[in-house]
Each structure stands twice: as structure tokens, then as C-alpha cells.
């Protein structure tokens, strides 16, 4: 799995940061805890390097308290597709979820012009 770019680890600390720019030092910290979690395996309701969740990982790279897939909404601001930037957040609550287990992941980018 590549390395997180400056733009997508910018984009997290906004949304994290309610729009708030980040620092090269802001940067290099999301990098790393970021770059640390590749290749973690996946742990329902882990939130260490031996095992981590969906919703850990997001917390843990955007640098907040530990968050759930239910939860995540208390520290960030939903968007349309059409804003969507790398470091954003897609959701699937709980509750929107027909299984119930929800599931969160990080926006990497646009595969073409189009947006698909």
C-alpha cells in the first residue's frame, strides 16, 4: 500500500481541524501514525498495531479521540460527492448499514475526470 500524499493527509487535518490549515509538523505527525497503521491487520474494535478497525484507523490518522463509525460525525462535517477530497471520511453508519456493522473508509481519490 503507497504512502498517504500531503494533499490527502491536508484534507483529513481540515476535516478533523474544522477547516483549520496544518503545519509541516501537523503533516509529518498524520504521516506517520498514518504510514504506522499500513499493513495492520484488521481487528473488530482494535485499535492497536496488533489489530485495528475501520473507525480506529480514521481517529488514530486524523489525530481525534477514538471514534466510531456512529460517532465519527461529532468531529467532522459531511459532504457531497461532488467536494469530496482525498483524507475525507466515507461513512457508512450503523444504522444506514443493512448488515448493522457499519464501516468507514479513507478517500483516496477520483479514479477519472468524471468522478466515478
Known sequence: MP????DQLTAAYQVANRGASPTADHLAQMRTRANDLIGTPYLWGGTTKAGIDCSAFISNVWGVGRQTTDT???VAQPVSKDVLQPGDAL???TGRDPRGYGHVRMF????DPEHK
Open 3 to 6: 504512502a498517504y500524499t500531503d
Open 91 to 93: 461513512n457508512l453508519t
Open 72 to 74: 465519527l460525525g461529532s
Open 108 to 111: 483516496d481519490g477520483w479514479a
